[in-house]
C-alpha cells in the first residue's frame, strides 16, 4: 500500500533544496543551527524536507534577499510569536516559563520551556508550524502600521 503524501511529509534531500533556491547545503544547516528550521531526520541523521518545510526556507530566503533581514533578524521576528497565546498555558506556567520573558529566541529554541505539551518534538508542534504565516501576518501588519505612521506625520494638523 503507498503511503498518501501531503505537505509535511518529509521527502525532499537536503541537496534538492539547496538547488532549488540556489544555496549550498551548508547553508541549509546554517538555518537549522540558526533555529529556522527543523528538518526531518532520518535514522541515518539524513535530513529530508517536506512541502511546508520549503514554505519556511522560501520565507527565510526571501527575508534575507528581499527584505534585508540577517538571521538574527528572522529568529527575532519568530521570538515575537506568543507562543502561549498559541497554545493553551496556565498564568502560572506563562509567568514563569523562559519563553515568556525570552525575546531573543523563538519558544522551540529554548530548552527549558515549560510547555505542558511540550515533548519536545517541536517540528510538530502548532507554534513552529504556523510561526511562519504569523510571522507574514506580524509583518505585514507592522508594514501597514509603518504607512499610517508616515502618512500622519507629514499630514497638517
Known sequence: ????????????????????????????????????????????QHRLFSEEDI??????????????LNL?????????????????????NKENCPAFHEYKNPCWMIEETLCPHNSRDCRNCQVYRQSIENVKYLKEYM????RKG???KYEKH
Do not use: H
Open 1 to 44: 500500500m503507498k503511503q498518501q503524501l501531503n505537505a509535511r511529509t518529509p521527502r525532499y534531500p537536503i541537496r534538492d533544496v539547496a538547488k532549488r533556491f540556489d544555496l549550498s547545503n551548508a547553508t541549509l544547516r546554517k538555518y537549522e543551527r540558526a533555529g529556522l528550521l527543523i528538518p526531518f531526520r532520518k535514522t541515518s
Open 55 to 68: 514554505r519556511r526556507v522560501d520565507f527565510i530566503v526571501k527575508a534575507i534577499r528581499e527584505d534585508g
Open 72 to 92: 538574527e533578524g528572522v529568529r527575532r521576528l519568530m521570538a515575537l510569536l506568543p507562543c502561549w497565546e498559541l497554545k493553551p498555558c496556565t498564568i502560572k
Open 143 to 146: 508594514i501597514r502600521s509603518n
Open 150 to 152: 508616515d502618512r500622519s
